[in-house]
């Protein structure tokens, strides 16, 4: 079972609360809180679509630009052990760290699928 939903380059979140009997969830990667709920899957998804919508359109009637989840850019904590092994592959092998760790989580993705 997928537990994320998208709309709008926007991931969502899927979980259910058997005490109220209702699914609900939040947009992932952002500060800005979009919430939203259903008492079932499809209207979960409409819920969904219309929070998005009305943070598109409020943003816009403030003047501020929207927030965007994974720009392709982040912070990764490793070993200092493991950062030097890297940083010597890459010299090694004439390339960034940065296209060394996009190659290797591209590589972990597709092995995973």
């Known amino acids: 079972m997928k537990n994320l939903i998208e709309y709008k380059n926007y991931l969502g979140s899927i979980e259910f609360s058997?005490?109220?009997?209702?699914f609900?969830?939040?947009?992932?990667?952002?500060?800005d809180l979009i919430s939203y709920e259903g008492s079932n899957a499809?209207?979960?998804i409409n819920d969904f679509h219309a929070a998005v919508d009305d943070y598109l359109e409020l943003c816009?009637?403030?003047g501020r630009k929207p927030e965007q989840a994974y720009?392709?850019?982040?912070?990764?904590?490793?070993s200092s052990k493991i950062h030097k092994q890297?940083?010597?592959?890459?010299?090694?092998?004439?390339m960034s760290l940065n296209s060394f760790v996009e190659q290797s989580m591209a590589h972990?993705?597709?092995v995973r699928g």
């Open 86 to 94: 890297a940083v010597i592959y890459t010299i090694e092998h004439g």
């Open 108 to 110: 972990e993705l597709a």
């Open 42 to 44: 499809v209207e979960l």
């Open 60 to 62: 816009k009637s403030e």
């Open 18 to 22: 058997e005490e109220d009997k209702i």
């Open 24 to 31: 609900f969830g939040k947009v992932q990667g952002i500060k």
């Open 71 to 78: 720009k392709g850019s982040f912070n990764v904590r490793v």
